[in-house]
């Protein structure tokens, strides 16, 4: 019995995808400013949550789509591969500073911001 409760163990671990896919997905905003390096700073809004991954990905491509129609160009918007974040920069006139946020698409067990008491 206890073999078998081994594997069932290891199983569990070694395919994360599955759990994921019955979890809530939480849409991150992180934001971060450099203008002023002395004061730079970065920080998450709350996030907000959607039912499945699908749901959280077409916020992040709806945002992307808005980005890319009315930017300017001091304006850049960097979509991940896996679709599930995306990286929208404006920049200083002088391109030596930037205001930026990222969006990130993550199952409700994982928190971005580290274990509890580093945020």
Known sequence: MKIAAKLVALALVLAPSSA???????LWQ???DNI????AKKAW???????????????IAERVKAWEQGRSARQEVRP?????????????TDRKGFVLYRL????????PRG???SH
């Open 20 to 26: 994921w896919a019955e979890c809530a997905w939480m």
């Open 30 to 32: 992180e934001e971060q």
């Open 36 to 39: 002023h390096p002395a004061t």
């Open 45 to 59: 809004i709350t996030p907000l949550a959607y039912r499945d991954r699908a749901a959280c990905v077409a916020v």
């Open 80 to 92: 991940a591969a896996n679709d599930t974040a995306a990286e929208f920069i404006t920049w200083t």
């Open 104 to 111: 990130h698409c993550l199952p409700d067990t994982v928190d």
């Open 115 to 117: 274990p509890k008491g």
